[in-house]
């Protein structure tokens, strides 16, 4: 496709189950973002992939959360013992590296822990 | 660290009027990117307008321009001619090179804004 794509766009999960919420970047974007959405909220950074560089975990609000990208590719954001204020929408955005090149967005996932 | 904030929870507008969101941000770098994003209800985040901090111009495209004031570290946005499908959350966003070449962008708490027919 030529954008951005998430799935699943919805999942409700049970409070302690693991999620995992997966992240088609645009073909060629060496970089990647994830960012989680709360009701009413601005966007809350979570995590940065680029190219082969380390990705920057300083986003992670606790050890549930991880996220890896394979091959330079697609990503996958991990919860681990869901709770409930993990509840919100969770964006991926990709980019070219450098300059002042744009995020092109995915359309999110909801994520309701119930 | 750097802070975006925009202190407009809400702004309405009506049709053909023109309306300004406002966003400030804090920092410490000479070398940086702003951009407004904005979110119509599907949720799809979209970009509107960049400015390199490096230019003292500020970005125009067709009805949306900035007023970029560096040294007052305001980056507003100017709506022209509004339009109903204008109506979305806006996003300031900051951007710029980490210690290790990371670029962590940080985003405002959004203004919706309304437009009126």
């Known amino acids: 496709g030529a954008g951005v794509s998430q799935s699943p766009s919805n999942k409700v999960t049970e409070k302690g189950k693991d999620v995992e919420l997966r992240c088609d970047p645009i073909s060629g974007h060496t970089a990647l973002y994830w960012y989680r959405q709360s009701l009413g909220q601005g966007l809350e950074f979570l995590i940065y992939f680029q190219g082969n560089s380390a990705p920057d975990k300083s986003g992670l609000p606790s050890d549930r959360f991880s996220a890896e990208r394979t091959g330079g590719s697609v990503s996958t954001l991990t919860i681990q013992r869901t709770q409930q204020e993990d509840s919100a929408v969770y964006l991926c955005a990709s980019s070219l590296a450098g300059g002042a090149h744009e995020q092109y967005f995915g359309p999110g996932t909801r994520l309701t822990v119930t | 660290a750097q802070t975006v904030t925009q202190s407009q929870p809400e702004m309405s507008v009506q049709e053909a009027e023109t309306v300004t969101l406002s966003c400030t941000y804090d920092?410490?770098?000479?070398?940086?990117?702003l951009f407004w994003y904005k979110q119509p209800p599907s949720r799809q985040m979209i970009l509107v307008i960049r400015q390199e901090a490096y230019k003292q111009q500020n970005a125009t495209e067709n009805r949306f321009s900035v007023n970029f004031q560096k040294a007052a570290k305001s980056f507003s946005l100017k709506i022209s001619d509004s339009q109903l499908g204008d109506a979305a959350m806006y996003f300031c966003a900051y951007r710029s090179p980490g210690p290790s070449g990371t670029y962590k962008y940080i985003f405002g708490t959004g203004t919706r804004l309304k437009v009126l027919a």
């Open positions: 920092t410490s770098e000479s070398d940086y990117y």
